[in-house]
């Protein structure tokens, strides 16, 4: 089977940096895709890994390891609109998406 | 970005009847749309891949005859969920790549709004 695991919450203050971690276990790999969703909204791209190492953009940094089929979104400089769910994903050789179980991150003041 | 929609927002309709969901790609051409399906507090499960002027792919344990795919243009699939029940209530969201100008897709997916169901 596929899986994709996640914590399940995380929780954080303003100005903190959290990392939030996923591990894969998929059928195919093409890359780790990481998206954000508020509550009822659809998912933003955030990031996409397909090689080893680390990729950042602005506040948001994401890093891959193939070979330990893990990969971490880490948020900088957390602000109260970063509170959401995010979800990695894997991108697998047909271009679907099988998204990971979710972490609902709140940060507070 | 891409833009993708998705019409209605959201949807009230009585057990049994059958509800359609658009999903159009704005200003870009899609091939292969993506269908989700999304309960509560719970991660995006892929229903099936729209693919244009062809049947739809199924994910295991979806039900093609119960939820009806239709990729009639390169802008536009449709998702029929058919003598809908109240289990079939959730949030059903498509989505998107798009073809940058070399043919191939770029990395992210675009996702339209969503559409909430609810069936009474």
């Known amino acids: 089977g596929q899986s994709l695991e996640q914590p399940s919450e995380v929780t954080a203050v303003e100005g903190a940096i959290v990392q939030i971690n996923c591990t894969y276990q998929?059928?195919?790999?093409?890359?780790l895709s990481w998206y954000q969703q508020h509550d009822g909204g659809a998912p933003t791209f955030l990031s996409y890994?397909?090689?080893?190492g680390l990729e950042e953009t602005g506040r948001f940094s994401s890093f891959l390891s193939r070979s330990d089929s893990y990969g971490y979104l880490l948020l900088q400089e957390l602000q109260m609109k970063d509170s959401a769910s995010y979800f990695c994903?894997?991108?697998?050789?047909?271009?679907?998406?099988?998204f990971g179980t979710g972490t609902r991150l709140q940060v507070f003041p | 970005g891409a833009v993708v929609s998705q019409h209605p927002s959201w949807v009230i309709c009585k057990s049994g009847t059958s509800v359609k969901i658009e999903c159009r790609s704005l200003?870009?051409?899609?091939?292969?749309m993506f269908w989700y399906r999304q309960f509560p507090k719970q991660s995006l499960m892929l229903m099936a891949t729209?693919?244009?002027?062809?049947?739809?792919?199924?994910e295991q344990g979806v039900e093609k005859d119960k939820f009806l795919i239709n990729h009639a243009s390169l802008t536009l699939s449709t998702l029929t969920v058919t003598s809908a029940h109240p289990e079939d209530s959730s949030f059903y969201i498509c989505?998107?790549?798009?073809?940058?100008?070399?043919?191939?897709?770029?990395?992210?997916?675009?996702f339209g709004p969503g559409t909430r169901l609810t069936v009474l």
């Open positions: 989505s998107a790549y798009s073809l940058g100008t070399s043919g191939r897709t770029y990395n992210e997916q675009f």
């Open positions: 998929t059928s195919g790999f093409y890359g």
């Open positions: 890994n397909a090689l080893d």
């Open positions: 994903a894997v991108r697998d050789s047909t271009d679907k998406l099988i």
């Open positions: 200003d870009f051409q899609a091939t292969t």
């Open positions: 729209s693919n244009e002027g062809s049947k739809a792919t199924y």
